[in-house]
């Protein structure tokens, strides 16, 4: 067991890759690690857009990778969708299910949240933005929306 959340803790030579390729690995990932097929839509733009900062490689990784896993464990993989594209300079993507949701104004009181706390200190560390949207009965949509020159 050690061993393998040690092997889900390193990262994937992501250096010289494209956005959309970034998404695409930690998509596959995920899919091995846990049976389950995610849909997503990656804009075209983003295909051969290559990442401009390897800082934002790992923060998009990242993003999609603990985004995803919340879907697994929260929300049973109910609805998994990542969505990304280009806008106004801006790279935003969405890791979002249908799940049960959660009432995020309080868990984000509790001190033990820390992957979507870390998250967002990543997210917000290269300028960017991150928003959680969710409530009880209407599943969880994560924003992130880094500046990028695409």
Known sequence: DIRSLCQGLTLPELEGKSIAAVVEQAISSHNRRSGRAVA???DGALATAKVPDPSIAICLYRFVQEGLMNTFKHARSEGQRVLCHHENGQLICTVEDSGPGFDFQ???????????TGLRERV??????????????QGTRLHLALNLDV
Do not use: N
């Open 124 to 137: 917000e560390s290269l300028g960017g933005s991150f928003r959680v949207d969710s409530a009880p009965g």
């Open 106 to 116: 309080a868990l984000s009181e509790r001190p033990q949240s820390l992957g979507l």
């Open 40 to 42: 997503s839509t990656v």
